[in-house]
């Protein structure tokens, strides 16, 4: 078990699109435990590779606390409706911002064992395994927040559900 450094924005690694896993090797299922171990010591609920520096198309997501997704190479396949919510990143400690994503996503990715899968995920899921894909692309949802960016009041957080950081 491993902690890594999570990269914050203004990081050059986090603008950069990230290339495909070809193999599965001892440093990339490392990397996979590293990220779980990360984003659950930062009480995210979702970790991409560039975060934590590595520009590999590897994500981690686990919205419930108990449910851990990993997807190598991911790629959404079908998206519909539309949800509008409070977003925060791990990579942009203290802020969050109102983000429009879908509702309803349809991933393909691999496995740990670079065996093909999909997965459908509605409301949090779907709007992790969005953030997330735009950090495999260089992106983050600072350019996407409609109005300015808020700062988080850590003491109201746990009130309030809506507001996770992935
Ligand atoms: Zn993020």
């Known amino acids: 078990m491993a902690i890594r450094n999570i990269r914050e924005i203004g990081e050059e690694v986090l603008t950069k699109r990230c290339k495909e896993v070809t193999e599965m090797t001892p440093r990339v299922r490392e990397l996979i435990e590293d990220m779980l171990d990360t984003m659950y010591e930062a009480n995210g609920v979702g970790l991409a590779a560039p975060q934590v520096g590595v520009l590999k198309r590897v994500v981690v997501i686990d919205v419930t606390g108990e449910d851990p997704h990993i997807f190598i190479n991911p790629r959404i396949v079908e998206t519909s409706g539309e949800q509008t919510g409070q977003e925060g990143c791990l990579s942009v400690p203290g802020k969050s911002g109102q983000v429009t994503r879908p509702n309803y996503v349809k991933v393909a990715a691999l496995d740990v064992n670079m065996k093909p899968f999909e997965l459908e995920g509605t409301e949090l899921l779907a ?16 350019d996407k927040v409609e109005g300015p960016l808020q700062d988080v009041r850590y003491d109201e957080e746990a009130e309030d559900e809506e507001q996770e950081e992935v």
Not at 127 to 142: N, P, T, W
């Open 127 to 142: 709007r992790a395994i969005c953030h997330e894909l735009d950090h495999l692309e260089g992106r983050l949802y600072v």
